[in-house]
């Protein structure tokens, strides 16, 4: 009940008045109660499985908020209701509080923005059908809800519902296949492949043998060339062919992995692999270019990986683990996998986390990773059922495909996942790990990059190179390099200071010529003046000294400051008793140098953007002032 008079507190509407605020609000208090406990027990919003109904409870709770009017975001708030009416019984809920509150606020104001427009769009969908008497909103209509406003589905629905109309969901839902099928043949294209499954039908659908983590040269047989995506069964010096070998070292692109480089061979040719992708299927493709020779469809050749490149990847690829478990142990059990690019020379590992990572956490972060190497656990790799690793509590990716049997990589008793990549034999071998840098991907989506093993020497030697250059143009040591920064950019900023000292007196120093020159219109005096390198606060104290000496005046100044064209105009009084009005006349001498600006009758200021047309500017500033003056 508590959560109940708490919503009713917060939207203003109290509960039993009105059928429906009631549902509303009875909505609200069932569902963040239950968001409260998702979270709690380690579910974030996604758009998969458990995650996707947790976000459908927050943003069914925020919509009946608008529905009772509440402005803003509040469900962050109404959490700590349901966290205090329940600690007694489940006093974890205390200790993960902030926790819970910032899931719950990120999907809250993410959904905002989504719901803002997208009811927008919905209601011109529904007057349009009221008046056309048409009960059934096209599926065409709704996929572009979701589509191109990321409007949910069961949304639409729910609306709809509510004004007695439907949805064609036949067709919303086959516009979703396609667009499944799209992403799909996008994911799977690569010209540089040349290879379409359905090219070698003698061939089957039997998966490459691959025999790459032990061996990495070995003999195989050639059982199929592509050129151009077509079958050939020749392969001649200087052609860029794919081959498909009976078995192979080559590990093919899949699950984050990219693929292996190196070189085929026989005793009458030479192909360079420069890259190895995997199909659907299973299949493992050899993209070469022929560097002498010529291959045919049967040969038997030498396949032989870049070893060295082999050797970082798999340093990337155990660093990857240990990164994941480091940021679980830092950051909390919500922490899962969301995607990952382990490469030659670094890695990428996205996860869910609601807010970016403090200094201190990525410190943490590091130090973890960087400790378990120095350990130097066991890499260990089995093969199981998928329930006997589920129950052994090993780390898998939630929308992951997996076969009954599946290989496990465990790390001592630091990590396991299910993984079908390549890895050290003992962590030490990862030497060390740098963190690069952490940033956003999406909403609660947040990536890490990072490298490993001489990378992060050479990166620091190529610090340590910067920081003696540096050293030396300051003239320092590299012990005092950043005492001696300070210390000159201390004696900048003074020297800035008195440089626009030195402009203010220059400036004050034409004020009598700029007098002068001034021309009189009615009994107002037009003073113009062009005072370069003078910012926009030294040009309005310059207007204020020619004010103070011209009782009846209008100055109109103009500077070039580093490429950027600054106007300010200034009106006495009596100046606007006469009709002058700084704000209008600095607009329309802007407006000749392609500027634009305003401001108050006494003080205004506009930016141009045309430097050739200052000069013409001030130079038309004086009949712009007799439009104005009575």
């Given at each position: ?234 392969a001649t010096q200087g052609e860029q062919v ?135 656990l066991n890499v260990d790799i089995s093969h ?247």
């Amino acid at each position: 009940r508590s959560i109940i008079k708490q919503v009713s507190v917060i939207s203003g509407i109290r509960y039993g008045e009105n059928d429906q605020s009631d549902v509303s609000i009875r909505v609200i208090s069932d569902h963040i109660r239950g968001s409260v406990f998702m979270i709690s027990d380690g579910v974030t919003p996604s758009n998969e499985g458990r995650g996707y109904v947790l976000r459908r409870l927050i943003r069914r709770a925020a919509r009946h908020g608008k529905l009772l009017g509440i402005k803003g975001v509040f469900l962050s708030e109404l959490a700590k209701t349901v966290i205090n009416e329940n600690k007694d019984a489940y006093p974890e809920l205390v200790n993960k509080t902030e926790h819970i509150k910032s899931w719950i606020l990120t999907e809250e104001e993410s959904f905002q923005k989504t719901i803002d427009q997208g009811l927008v769009i919905l209601k011109g969908f529904i007057d349009e059908m009221k008046q056309k008497n048409n009960t059934v909103l096209s599926g065409e209509n709704a996929f572009k809800l979701y589509d191109t406003y990321g409007f949910p589905i069961d949304l639409t629905l729910e609306i709809l519902h509510e004004n007695q109309l439907d949805v064609n969901v036949d067709e919303f839902e086959v516009l979703m296949q396609e667009q499944k099928e799209r992403a799909r043949a996008a994911r799977n294209d690569d010209s540089s492949a040349g290879w379409d499954e359905e090219l070698f039908g003698d061939i089957g659908n039997e998966p490459t043998e691959f025999i790459g983590y032990e061996c990495f040269e070995s003999t195989a047989n050639i059982i199929g060339i592509s050129k151009d995506n077509k079958p050939v069964n020749k392969a001649t010096q200087g052609e860029q062919v794919t081959f498909l070998l009976d078995k192979t070292v080559f590990y093919g692109e899949s699950g984050g992995q990219i693929g292996d480089r190196g070189v085929i061979y026989n005793d009458v040719a030479t192909a360079i692999i420069s890259d190895t992708k995997k199909t659907t299927s299973g299949k493992i493709l050899h993209i070469a270019i022929v560097e002498s020779g010529s291959f045919a469809k049967g040969d038997c050749v030498s396949a032989k990986i870049d070893l060295q490149k082999r050797q970082s990847i798999m340093r990337n690829h155990s660093a990857t683990h240990l990164l994941q478990r480091a940021l679980i142990k830092t950051l909390g059990k919500h922490v899962s996998q969301s995607g990952s690019f382990v490469g030659e020379n670094y890695l990428r590992f996205d996860f869910t986390h609601f807010a970016a990572l403090s200094d201190a956490e990525l410190r943490a972060v590091e130090n973890e990773v960087n400790d378990v190497i120095l350990q130097s656990l066991n890499v260990d790799i089995s093969h199981t059922t998928l329930e006997d690793a589920k129950a052994r509590g090993v780390t898998a990716l939630f929308d992951g495909k997996y076969g009954a049997q599946v290989r496990v990589v465990k790390m001592g008793d630091y990590s396991a996942e299910l993984c079908g990549g390549c890895h050290v034999k003992n962590t030490s071998q990862i030497g060390l790990f740098k963190l690069l840098r952490e940033s956003a991907v999406a909403s609660g989506i947040r990536r890490i990059e990072g490298i490993t093993g001489m990378s992060v020497i050479s990166g620091m030697r190529q610090q340590e190179m910067q920081i003696k250059q540096i050293a030396t143009l300051l003239k320092t040591s590299v012990g005092d390099v950043v005492e001696k920064a300070e210390s000159l950019l201390t004696e900048i900023k003074a020297a800035g200071k008195e440089i626009e000292l030195l402009k203010g007196k220059l400036a004050a120093s034409s004020v009598d010529s700029f007098i002068d020159n001034a021309i009189k219109v009615g009994n107002t005096m037009v003073i113009t003046g062009r005072v370069d390198n003078l910012d926009v606060d030294a040009m309005r104290g310059l207007g204020d000294k020619l004010r103070d000496k011209q009782p009846n005046s209008v100055a109109i100044l103009a500077s070039l400051q580093a490429g950027r064209i600054n106007f300010v105009a200034m009106a006495t009084k009596a100046a606007i008793a006469d009709g002058a009005n700084a704000g209008s006349i600095v607009r329309d001498v802007a407006q000749i140098a392609g500027g634009g600006g305003g401001g108050r009758p006494d003080s205004a200021q506009a930016g141009g953007k045309d430097a050739s047309k200052i000069d013409i500017a001030l130079g038309q500033a004086v009949d712009i002032v007799k439009k104005y003056i009575k």
